[in-house]
Nanobody, 125 residues
Framework: QVHLAESGGGLVQAGGSLRLSCAASGSIFSINAMGWYRQAPGKQRELVAAFTDGGSTNYGDSVKGRFTISRGNVKNTVTLQMNSLKPEDTAVYYC???????????????????WGQGTQVTVSS
């Protein structure tokens, strides 16, 4: 099993900054892709920022130039630095990882998609 632990959400005024972190743990052989998505009330879940399986980064159009995704100092972690926050950034932010798992013998068990429980980000105007 794989667990994604998110931290760093909260309430901030427009123009402020927040930093989200996500740490993956469990039976992980490798992580092919990892990043952040968000879902606002009444809207579909959308990409915020992610590392792809090729090692490049993708950003949602609405956050380009304001948000930065980076790999954490600890293995299997990513952080999302969010600057110049706007009220429309208010949403639940979810960490996502495409994980190549393994069993107790070290045998690969396939690629699976995992989600964190979500962390609320609220930006007040």
């Amino acid at each position: 099993q794989v667990h994604l632990a998110e931290s760093g959400g909260g309430l901030v005024q427009a123009g402020g900054s927040l930093r989200l972190s996500c740490a993956a743990s469990g039976s992980i052989f490798s992580i092919n892709a990892m990043g952040w998505y968000r879902q606002a009330p009444g809207k579909q879940r959308e990409l915020v920022a992610a590392f792809t399986d090729g090692g490049s980064t993708n950003y949602g159009d609405s956050v380009k130039g304001r948000f930065t995704i980076s790999r954490g100092n600890v293995k299997n972690t990513v952080t999302l630095q969010m600057n110049s926050l706007k009220p429309e950034d208010t949403a639940v932010y979810y960490c996502n990882a495409a994980v190549q798992g393994m069993d107790v013998t070290g045998t690969l068990v396939g690629l699976h998609d995992y989600w964190g429980q979500g962390t609320q980000v609220t930006v007040s105007s």
